[in-house]
């Protein structure tokens, strides 16, 4: 069978978000497809965690219309939240939080499950596999917080990948990791994004990690600069206009300064 690459599954039109007088997104068109992989990039305060949280339904349009799979969901509490994956931006795990890896991959299952089902064997078995997924399925009974930064980014994938979603939403995926960790997280991504045949949204500052993955890149300062494949979005001329003079580009690599202190 083969998947319709067309097939609208996230659709904002001329949709706006925020408070009456500050604008978070403004007049936003944009339609993901499915089985897309898409990158939103933009400077610090573009309305980035904005995005973010309209898919997820916890902002509503106060101008135009969001449809996620074909579903205006005005009330922002319908069926569909459940097939969206989401891995947060990273937090600190406490070492000392008694939580195992198989249990915090199980807290997917409670978002799919709705409130009154009991998770099962079927629940768990359902974890382990995602577990599988990421590589981490041998670590299931170890405490979340005695894993490295990027075993704990696996399994928060894991649990996102628990709930069956079937869009996987990452919110800066790569912060506070070291390079090479960096490397295979996205890695990781563009893996479950061919193998599962997931659409992927991936929030990040990291222009260079993801430019040769992606099938599009989104660039957003308020509004919808760019949404184009990574070659004509990376243009100077593009970029300078979003990113100002915080913006240096030299043969290879695009360097955002900005990016370099603002996660401390």
């Known amino acids: 069978m083969l998947i319709d690459r067309q097939e609208p599954i996230i659709r904002f039109e001329h949709a706006s978000f925020g408070?009456?007088?500050?604008?978070?997104?403004q007049d936003i068109s944009l339609t993901i497809h499915d089985g897309e992989f898409v990158g939103v990039i933009g400077p610090n305060g573009s309305g980035k965690t904005t995005l973010c949280r309209a898919v997820l339904g916890l902002m509503a349009p106060i101008e135009g219309h969001l449809h996620i799979f074909d579903c205006a969901c005005e009330a922002l509490r319908c069926h569909h939240r459940a097939?969206?994956?989401?891995?947060?931006q990273k937090g600190v795990v406490d070492r000392n939080f008694p939580v195992t890896v198989?249990?915090?991959?199980?807290?997917g299952r409670y978002g799919a499950l709705g409130?009154?089902?009991?998770p099962d064997a079927k629940d768990r078995k359902i974890a382990i596999d995602a577990l599988a997924h990421v590589s981490m399925d041998g670590h299931q009974d170890t405490a979340l917080g005695h894993l490295s930064g990027g075993q704990q980014q696996r399994v928060f994938i894991a649990r996102a990948l628990a709930q069956q979603p079937k869009v996987l939403l990452l919110d800066e995926p790569t912060t506070g990791l070291d390079i090479t960790t960096q490397h295979n997280v996205i890695e990781l991504v563009q893996q479950l994004h061919e193998e599962l045949k997931l659409t992927v949204l991936l929030i990040t500052h990291d222009i260079n990690m993801i430019r040769s993955r992606v099938d599009r890149l989104v660039l957003l300062k308020t509004k919808l600069y760019a949404a184009a494949p990574p070659a004509e979005v990376l243009k100077p001329e593009i970029l300078r206009e979003v990113y100002g003079k915080d913006l240096v580009i030299t043969e290879?690599?695009?360097?955002?300064?900005?990016?370099?202190h603002h996660h401390h």
């Open 19 to 25: 408070f009456p007088g500050v604008m978070a997104l």
């Open 83 to 88: 097939k969206i994956g989401y891995l947060p």
């Open 102 to 107: 198989l249990e915090t991959v199980m807290m």
């Open 115 to 118: 409130l009154f089902r009991r």
């Open 252 to 260: 290879k690599d695009l360097v955002i300064v900005e990016d370099y």
